[in-house]
């Protein structure tokens, strides 16, 4: 127990956290019949996680450097769990929402957590091992979450994917009491609160504009404010941690074309690759009327060839340049967004086939050495930090990807739909609308706005890749790995 439980607690949080990313993307046309929800209310039930998440994972990291990881990883536990039994509770949308947020902010601190937590209990073989199976976990949770949440939605119903966190969490806590010593980062070190409100404004900015702009126009005043909020959030950021004393991120790697072309990789991947995923959903339910377990099958085609290929690539690919991994695996997630957009009004589940295996061995060549390429970019010294970025930039993308691919459906399915209908059947509304449109205007609509979403991710996929390979070169002698001595702060930072 003393010698593999840190890693059984610490691997218990990280499936969940990670897990409840992708499990709600198959409950969503449930949900929206539950709860009466509209598209937004949907894209914020997937956003407010993810946002939250990418947010805080910085500031609450440094917290937890001065705090102790262990105490920062049990409060995030301990919120992850309230969180799901309120989302769970939920009686309506705005609740949900909120929840989710609140999700988001204790897997902010159970992620930025992790690490370190096995940095400081495992040396030498066993910590290789220990974060091999970190990172197996990682990606089965990634893999699992959508049929899982098939599965449950199917049987006991959408509030279970919510309630089941909450055995495991106190599993996690029980065992992390038990087994998991304290540890802490480097003394002295002060939390840059200020950084971390203005980027979190920044983040939330942006997003909340993208997705008024499918219910609103991008003319309308809102989202102009909410873009100008952002802008000035960013600004503010900017100035903050050019002088502060332990900035949350040093802006001078950016001077680094090798790290921002990592980081374009970064929030590119999680946007292409999974922003489409929850409208695809309800397209295959609502549309195709398939149950959730099937609709959530559809999406093992990705999973399944996303864990072969990350699972042989670590041998077969061994010394082939990171900038070739990710940004060959970014055209191919490109690839595979173009080839599903090809959808009409007799399309089905297997139109879709094709293009997802591809998005799926993109995604195995990317996960893995996009961490490790944001570590070979920078200085040593700043491993941790660039660890923690690479991670917070891919949160964004997903945030980010969800908001402006739905304004995008939306906005295509107004061509040939009223402005109310477009967004009531986006939302997974069809039934509502089969009395006055007839199936094939519904079929053919839907089908065309997840075309021209499946086109946009594609083309922000092949965009990314081609920086990738332009930008991110070899890198110098002696900095492919941190030094031993700041791997702890490289943990502390990766989450």
């Known amino acids: 127990m003393r010698t593999w439980g840190p890693l059984t607690a610490v691997c218990l949080g990280t499936f969940m956290l990670l897990l409840d990313v992708t499990i709600a993307v198959v409950a969503l046309p449930d949900m929206a019949r539950a709860l009466h929800a509209s598209l937004s209310d949907l894209q914020w039930v997937m956003d407010g996680y993810a946002l939250a998440l990418a947010a805080l994972l910085l500031g609450v990291g440094a917290a937890a450097d001065v705090l102790g990881h262990r105490r920062v990883h049990l409060i995030g536990v301990a919120v992850f769990a309230i969180a799901s039994l309120l989302c769970g509770l939920a009686s309506g949308p705005g609740m949900l929402v909120a929840a989710r947020a609140l999700q988001g902010i204790g897997a902010a601190a159970m992620f930025a957590t992790t690490l370190p937590l096995l940095g400081s209990v495992y040396h030498g073989k066993r910590r290789s091992v220990a974060l091999g199976a970190w990172g197996a976990v990682s990606g089965a949770a990634a893999a699992v979450g959508p049929v899982l949440g098939g599965l449950l939605t199917d ?8 309630f089941v966190n909450l055995p495991v969490s106190v599993a996690s806590v029980w065992l992390t009491l038990r087994v998991v010593p304290e540890s802490q980062g480097p003394r002295g070190r002060r939390v840059d609160v200020a950084g971390t409100v203005a980027f979190a404004g920044f983040a939330a900015g942006v997003t909340y504009g993208a997705v008024r702009a499918g219910s609103h126009g991008w003319a309308d005043t809102g989202t102009l404010v909410s873009f100008a909020a952002a802008v000035v959030a960013l600004g503010t950021f900017v100035v903050i941690e050019r002088r502060a004393a332990d900035p949350l991120l040093d802006l001078g790697l950016f001077r680094t074309p090798a790290f921002v072309g990592v980081m374009m990789g970064a929030l590119a991947f999680n946007a292409a690759a999974f922003g489409v995923m929850p409208y695809t959903s309800i397209w295959l339910q609502t549309l195709l009327g398939m149950s959730p377990v099937h609709g959530g099958l559809v999406f093992l085609w990705l999973s399944a060839a996303s864990f072969v290929v990350a699972a042989a690539g670590g041998r077969l690919l061994h010394g082939v340049p990171s900038r070739i991994t990710i940004g060959g695996g970014l055209l191919l997630i490109g690839s595979g967004c173009l080839c599903q957009a090809v959808l009409d009004s007799g399309s089905t589940a297997t139109t879709l086939v094709p293009g997802l295996l591809l998005v799926g061995v993109g995604t195995g060549l990317v996960s893995p050495g996009i ?101 991110v070169r070899s890198p110098r002698p002696g900095v492919t790995q941190p030094a031993p001595e700041t791997l702890k702060e490289t943990a502390a930072r990766q989450g």
């Open 155 to 162: 049987g006991p119903g959408w509030r279970w994917i919510f």
């Open 371 to 471: 961490a490790q390429a944001a570590l070979a970019a920078v200085p040593p010294q700043r491993a941790g930090m660039a660890g923690g970025a690479v991670n917070t930039f891919r949160q964004l993308g997903y945030a980010l990807g969800i908001a402006l691919f739905g304004t995008v459906l939306t906005s295509r399915m107004q061509d040939t739909l009223p402005h109310d209908a477009a967004h009531t059947l986006a939302g997974g509304g069809a039934a509502a609308l089969r009395g006055t449109l007839s199936e094939h205007a519904l079929r053919s609509a839907f089908a065309s706005g997840l075309d021209v979403a499946l086109l946009t991710a594609g083309a922000v996929a092949m965009l990314a890749g081609a920086s990738v390979l332009v930008l």
